[in-house]
């Protein structure tokens, strides 16, 4: 493979999941780790990605600007436009981060009477534009690159909650494995997020759909509404029908 078909598919994987691991993109690729991490760094040279630890996150994912806009804005927003239309006046509302979820909370209707959970700093942020909407910031370690808090002062508060909705994003998702992520600090916040919600709502491009990672958040019949921005009689959406009731 020619190293531009590879940075290519780097760049690829990085916008979709936001991060990625050298090891799983060495696998991917079937190159070396060092390979990989050269294709990385030049990246990262040229300012299309950040290098990161073990991996790469996406610039837009990190700060979102005209120059480095959010990766599938457009399919986000299709699926930010179908879940708000889920919001009734005075609900409590658990939200995970990702830009998806930051998506959602722009088409929030202005005036909309909510209190919303989150351990996303971003969410949070994006939050407090609107006046009628109390924000409770769930705090504990921050993650830097995803400003996102984990650990156990997180899940000890969502297991004392129950609210009425939760929009969870996620990296990956397959009918038989389920949702599944890389970061397992993660995977037990969203476990607990899980936990504390009458009605589990997924949110997720196509792309990220029959992908699997290491760590298991849960199997699909723990979701109650999955929201992409396909119809929702797309074929591609019928392997999902077997665990999931409503899709929109």
């Not at 780790?33 to 990385?40: E, L, M, Q, S």
């Not at 909650?161 to 949702?179: A, E, H, N, W």
């Not at 919600?197 to 958040?217: A, D, G, I, M």
Request: include cysteine.
């Amino acid at each position: 493979m020619l190293k531009e078909e590879r940075q290519r598919l780097i760049l690829e994987q990085v916008h979709l999941h936001n991060r990625v691991l050298l090891t799983d993109l060495s696998e991917q690729l079937d190159v070396s780790i060092d390979t990989v991490r050269r294709d990385v760094k030049e990246l990262d040279q040229l300012k299309k990605l950040r290098k990161v630890h073990g991996g790469a996150i996406s610039r837009s994912f990190l700060t979102p600007t005209l120059d480095e806009p959010i990766y599938l804005q457009n399919e986000k927003q299709q699926i930010a436009a179908k879940a708000v239309k889920l919001l009734k006046e005075d609900q409590v509302v658990l939200m995970s981060g990702g830009t998806t979820n930051l998506e959602v909370v722009k088409f929030f209707p202005r005036k909309i009477s909510l209190t919303v959970f989150t351990p996303s700093l971003q969410v949070a942020s994006e939050l407090m534009n609107f006046p009628n909407v109390e924000v409770i910031f769930l705090g504990g370690k921050l993650l830097h690159e995803a400003k996102f808090a984990v650990g156990g002062m997180v899940t000890n508060v969502l297991s004392q909650i129950k609210v009425d909705l939760c929009f969870l994003g996620t990296g990956y998702l397959d009918p038989i494995s389920g949702l599944t992520e890389f970061d397992w600090e993660v995977v037990q916040v969203k476990r607990a997020m899980i936990a504390a919600t009458k009605k589990l709502v997924l949110l997720t491009v196509s792309n990220k759909l029959f992908s699997v990672q290491r760590y298991k958040t849960c199997d699909l019949n723990a979701v109650d509404i999955l929201i992409t921005e396909l119809e929702p009689d797309s074929q591609k959406l019928h392997p999902f029908r077997e665990y999931i009731d409503d899709i929109l």
